[in-house]
């Protein structure tokens, strides 16, 4: 099937649109960022961005999405190539690191939830209530086979996931910091699971 140009350069400039409002949201937060700032990052017209959100709430929910979009892909990677319950959390924790420091970030720390319009909110949550448990999944799929030591899975989702979520409100794009983050953080943060 033939790709469609106006669809490729649509989702491409939605894409860095996403990006952009992300930093801008993790630098300033919701009440402090207007689509005038995410416009005046990526030097585009109000009218622009305007092509692509109908507002600030809007813009928020579509960041969130995203997120939660690329932690997904990031577990089912991770799940794939993972042969055991502490290789798919180890892997998990990299891949999703990688992401957040990487070309696809910055994502957006889903910080203002209750910001969001009910409909978007409950969406929201709930995408997020499914991580969670996919990654506790995960969890109880180590313990069933050893390789990681019986823990309370929910407070251990809870503790490991909320380090690599509050990554880009520090991280702010330095190539070598990065490298850094890719090597150290998935064996700190996976270092207690280790039988």
């Given at each position: 099937?033939?790709?469609?140009?106006?669809e490729?350069?649509?989702e491409s400039?939605r894409?860095?649109?996403?990006?952009?409002a992300?930093?801008?949201?993790?630098?300033?937060?919701?009440?402090?960022?207007?689509?005038?700032?995410v416009s005046r990052?990526?030097?585009?017209?109000?009218?622009?961005?305007?092509y692509?959100?109908k507002?600030?709430e809007?813009?928020v929910?579509?960041?969130?999405?995203?997120?939660?979009e690329?932690?997904?892909e990031a577990?089912?990677?991770?799940?794939?190539?993972?042969a055991?319950g502490?290789?798919?959390?180890?892997?998990?924790?990299?891949y999703?690191?990688?992401?957040?420091?990487?070309?696809?970030g910055?994502?957006?720390?889903?910080?203002?939830?209750?910001s969001?319009k009910?409909?978007?909110?409950?969406?929201?949550?709930?995408?997020?209530?499914q991580?969670s448990?996919?990654?506790e999944e995960i969890?109880?799929?180590?313990?069933d086979?050893?390789?990681i030591?019986?823990?309370d899975?929910?407070?251990?989702?809870?503790?490991v996931?909320?380090?690599?979520?509050?990554?880009?409100k520090?991280?702010?794009g330095?190539?070598?910091?990065?490298?850094?983050?890719?090597?150290?953080?998935?064996?700190?943060?996976?270092k207690?699971l280790k039988?």
């Open positions: 099937m033939a790709t469609n140009p106006a490729t350069r649509f400039q894409h860095r649109i996403l990006k952009a992300a930093t801008c949201f993790n630098e300033k937060g919701f009440s402090g960022t207007s689509l005038k700032d990052h990526l030097g585009l017209t109000d009218a622009a961005l305007y692509y959100v507002n600030k809007e813009l929910y579509q960041c969130y999405l995203r997120a939660a690329l932690g997904r577990m089912d990677r991770a799940v794939r190539d993972g055991s502490f290789d798919q959390a180890y892997l998990y924790v990299k999703h690191i990688e992401i957040m420091v990487g070309d696809e910055p994502v957006a720390i889903m910080s203002e939830i209750p969001l009910r409909t978007h909110r409950n969406e929201i949550l709930e995408v997020s209530r991580h448990a996919g990654f969890l109880s799929r180590g313990i086979d050893g390789s030591t019986p823990c899975v929910r407070m251990t989702g809870n503790a996931m909320g380090s690599i979520n509050w990554i880009p520090w991280f702010h330095k190539a070598s910091m990065a490298r850094e983050i890719c090597r150290e953080f998935p064996a700190i943060l996976t207690g039988v």
